[in-house]
T-cell receptor
Framework: KQEVTQIPAALSVPEGENLVLNCSFT??????LQWFRQDPGKGLTSLLL?????REQTSGRLNASLDKSSGRSTLYIAASQPGDSATYLC?????????????FGGGTRLMVKP | DGGITQSPKYLFRKEGQNVTLSCEQN?????MYWYRQDPGQGLRLIYY???????QKGDIAEGYSVSREKKESFPLTVTSAQKNPTAFYLC????????????FGDGTRLSIL
């Protein structure tokens, strides 16, 4: 059974710092990996989707990488801002998945201090 | 604007009572999903539906039921058989096909009275 782990569970950094969030998964047979942002009491917003054939995706100050063989992904946030404070979740979609179902990690709660 | 609407935002359940959470989308998405999120944890799949009048159990379907009579609507009933229903419930939808990101509603927080 696929398991997704995110470390650390919480992270606090000063504004302007570059940071890396980690995601690991136990079964490398994935179709894609997605990174989401969740603000307190809200739903999830899709940030980046990396297909299994891709190594990375970029959107603005965000860069996500995928190393399928080692079961790892990282989300790099450049020049962090207080508005980046949120919980970041990664999720994987397995290759035998006709329904786009996702297995989620527990999330990393990020606080960027002014 | 297109999106997913979940209602109510907060819901309270008495012992032995069934409650229904609403999820409506106007994105013309075929597939819809229900997730449960417990404090400090990731999401777990309850039920999903890829087409009208068809739905499948997820990892934690016991104590829950769903229906999919219309493409736009996917209500979730939390039955009295669900002994620990206190959680944040999220509905999502997506276009059919590979590598399609899921779009989420703003959730319903369910508590026990």
């Amino acid at each position: 059974k696929q398991e997704v782990t995110q470390i650390p569970a919480a992270l606090s950094v000063p504004e302007g710092e570059n940071l890396v969030l980690n995601c690991s998964f136990t079964d490398s047979a994935i179709y894609n990996l997605q990174w989401f942002r969740q603000d307190p009491g809200k739903g999830l917003t899709s940030l980046l989707l990396i297909q299994s054939s891709q190594r990375e995706q970029t959107s603005g100050r965000l860069n996500a990488s995928l190393d399928k063989s080692s079961g790892r992904s990282t989300l790099y946030i450049a020049a962090s801002q207080p508005g980046d404070s949120a919980t970041y979740l990664c999720a994987v979609s397995p290759t035998n998945n006709a329904g786009n179902m996702l297995t989620f990690g527990g999330g990393t709660r990020l606080m960027v201090k002014p | 604007d297109g999106g997913i609407t979940q209602s109510p935002k907060y819901l309270f359940r008495k012992e032995g009572q069934n409650v229904t959470l609403s999820c409506e989308q106007n994105l013309n998405h075929d597939a819809m999903y229900w997730y449960r999120q417990d404090p400090g944890q990731g999401l777990r799949l309850i039920y999903y539906s890829q087409i009208v009048n068809d739905f499948q159990k997820g990892d934690i379907a016991e104590g829950y039921s769903v229906s999919r009579e219309k493409k736009e609507s996917f209500p979730l009933t939390v039955t009295s058989a669900q002994k620990n229903p206190t959680a944040f419930y999220l509905c999502a939808s997506t276009v059919q096909g590979p590598n399609q990101p899921q779009h989420f509603g703003d959730g319903t927080r369910l508590s026990i009275l």
